[in-house]
């Protein structure tokens, strides 16, 4: 699996984690939290890319047979 997928799913899990502290009144989370969010936005863009290389990648070589 993509090291860009686990990124996502160990910021996803911090997110929750640090905005449940926020919730529950602890400010500094929601710092935290952002951090998260942003590590997921970046996580999520390149992943993006993989997927797009590796469609067209296929694209090109069925159409190269």
Same mark, same amino acid.
């Given at each position: 699996? %993509?090291?860009?997928? $686990? %990124?996502? !799913?160990?910021? *996803? $899990?911090? *997110?929750?984690?640090? +905005?449940?502290? *926020?919730? +529950? @009144?602890? @400010?500094? /989370?929601?710092?935290?939290?952002? &951090? /998260?969010?942003?590590e997921?936005?970046? /996580?999520? !863009?390149?992943r993006? &890319? $993989?997927?797009?290389?590796? !469609?067209?990648?296929?694209? +090109?070589?069925?159409? %190269?047979?």
């Amino acid at each position: 699996m %993509s090291t860009h997928v $686990e %990124s996502l !799913k160990s910021a *996803f $899990e911090t *997110f929750l984690e640090e +905005n449940e502290k *926020f919730e +529950n @009144g602890n @400010g500094a /989370a929601g710092t935290r939290a952002r &951090k /998260a969010l942003q590590e997921m936005t970046k /996580a999520a !863009k390149e992943r993006r &890319k $993989e997927i797009t290389d590796t !469609k067209n990648a296929r694209k +090109n070589a069925a159409v %190269s047979q």
